[in-house]
């Protein structure tokens, strides 16, 4: 069984949601990203996404924007992030999903990229710019080497198209929680709970839900309903506010806890 497969069954398994933060590769450096995938590891991350920063990322709101261009701005390239997977590697075993655009795959070159990935450590792909009805051969290319590509569904995605989608994704569905761009939000949209437990039923396929989850709160409605949470632009405005480096760390530490509902945990290790 694979990586993202084998994680998502224990979660199953278990009763629970899974949990996958959301980091910016390099963002601030590629130190704190390494230190900051180790620390999510053992604070109880499922997988884990690392987004490849891009000059144009359309999907993205201002918070994982700056991001990215801070690690542009750092010289960090799908290149430099497949060596920072190939660093964690060196020391964990949690699923790794590359959250990207297109166009660095494309300068790479699909196969080329597929090997490095591959030998780097990477188990999923997740493009958002490629529908899967346009990428047969970057899906072949991608399953051939061990990599689950991994396609979104938005909520205006009609009953085909999802079924296409799900036929055609490793691992699991990343579903869309809102039109429009990553961010925090406050309220979760009216309806998702509903739409989720319909999609995970007419499919047959995980689901991970992604894009505004951002609080206790929200995990606790998607628990049992979805098989995992993404959290991302929260984690991304923690690293931005604290700096980088051992403030990242701590700070996203004491996030993620409070997330998890193991806030006191974070205030016993502040004492």
Avoid: W
């Amino acid at each position: 069984m694979r990586r993202i497969a084998e994680a998502l069954e224990v979660c199953r398994s278990a009763g629970r949601l899974g949990f996958i933060p959301y980091l910016t590769a390099g963002d601030p450096d590629p130190d704190t990203t390494i230190a900051l995938v180790r620390m999510l590891a053992a604070e109880g991350a499922d997988i884990i996404e690392l987004g490849v920063p891009f000059s144009d990322p359309l999907a993205d709101g201002r918070t994982n924007q700056k991001a990215a261009a801070r690690a542009l701005l750092g010289g960090t390239n799908l290149a430099g992030v497949l060596d920072m997977v190939s660093r964690i590697r060196a020391t964990e075993k949690i699923p790794l999903v590359l959250f990207t655009y297109f166009n660095p795959i494309y300068r790479m070159g699909v196969e080329e990229f597929a090997r490095r990935a591959s030998r780097a450590g990477v188990d999923g792909v997740l493009v958002t710019d490629l529908p899967p009805d346009e990428g047969d051969a970057y899906r072949r290319v991608l399953s051939a080497t061990g990599l689950d590509p991994i396609f979104m569904v938005a909520p205006t995605s009609d009953a085909q198209r999802r079924s296409m989608i799900a036929r055609h994704t490793g691992a699991f569905i990343y579903y869309v929680s809102r039109t429009g761009v990553t961010g925090v939000r406050e309220e979760l949209p009216e309806g998702l709970r509903q739409d989720v437990a319909r999609l995970r039923l007419a499919c047959n396929r995980p689901v991970a839900v992604g894009f505004g989850i951002s609080r206790r709160a929200h995990l606790e409605a998607l628990s049992g309903v979805a098989d995992a949470a993404v959290v991302g632009s929260a984690l991304v405005h923690c690293i931005e506010k604290s700096g980088g480096g051992t403030a990242a760390v701590d700070a996203v530490r004491g996030l993620v806890r409070e997330l998890l509902g193991r806030a006191d945990q974070a205030s016993q290790g502040a004492r």
